[in-house]
């Protein structure tokens, strides 16, 4: 693995979960779990820049 491969990674993971969710219905169940995917999925790219940092 290459330095910085992660993040590389976690960003294209982000990215896909985004994608996800825009096909999720605009419901209540489908906007509660869009909320949770997006969160859930996008924080380890944030996180792991947080980590680097200290």
Partial sequence: M???????????FAVCVMNVTE????TN?????TGQLVRSGTSPAL???EAQSE
Avoid: F, S, T
């Avoid at 290459?2 to 294209?12: A, T």
């Fill in 47 to 49: 996180n792991e820049g």
């Fill in 29 to 33: 169940a489908g906007n509660h779990i």
């Fill in 23 to 26: 096909a999720l219905p605009n």
């Fill in 2 to 12: 290459k330095v910085g491969d992660i993040e590389d990674r976690l960003k294209d």
